[in-house]
């Protein structure tokens, strides 16, 4: 018996589901300094996904400082920490995201001095993102057109 098999298989890998996730980006300054470069802006225009499928949730900002700054009361790590959210809310961002502005100022510090490039690694503000990545439905039709045969 010959005839045209037609399969349409449809298999659903994925529901619409929410995955979390969390990423970081560091912004590095001079020393004494809290402007930032054009490169710093360049890496925080990337903080706003262009994709649909990705949705912001919360945004932390931490600065800091070296040990050669004089960063009394954490007054310059705050700086910094400030102008990165002014900067984010300036590619609107959301206030509501930004959940936490803190400098942490040379106490903090997260490197050893002598190995951060002169205290580089210290001068920075360091942005946390968490978002929620959208699964989007897939779906796959196979079709197949066979010829069978029967004895």
Do not use: C, H
Not at 27 to 48: E, S
Not at 51 to 62: H, N, P, Q, S, V
């Amino acid at each position: 018996m010959k005839g045209v098999l037609l399969s349409i298989i449809s298999l659903l890998f994925f529901s619409t589901a929410f995955a979390g996730d969390t990423t970081s980006v560091n912004v590095y300054f001079g020393v004494d300094d809290y402007k930032f470069t054009t490169q710093a802006q360049t890496i925080l225009n990337d903080v706003q996904p262009d994709d649909t499928t990705i949705t912001l949730k919360k945004i932390f900002i931490y600065g800091y400082s070296d040990k050669t700054e004089k960063d009394i009361s954490n007054i310059l790590s705050e700086k910094r920490a400030l102008e990165v959210k002014k900067y984010l809310l300036s590619k609107n961002i959301p206030d509501s995201l930004i959940v936490a502005v803190k400098g942490k100022g040379n106490a903090n510090k997260l490197f050893e001095q002598d190995v951060s490039q002169d205290g580089k690694q210290n001068r920075k503000v360091w942005v946390i993102i968490e978002y929620d990545a959208k699964v989007v439905e897939q779906t796959i039709i196979i079709k197949s057109n066979k010829k069978t045969q029967s004895n």
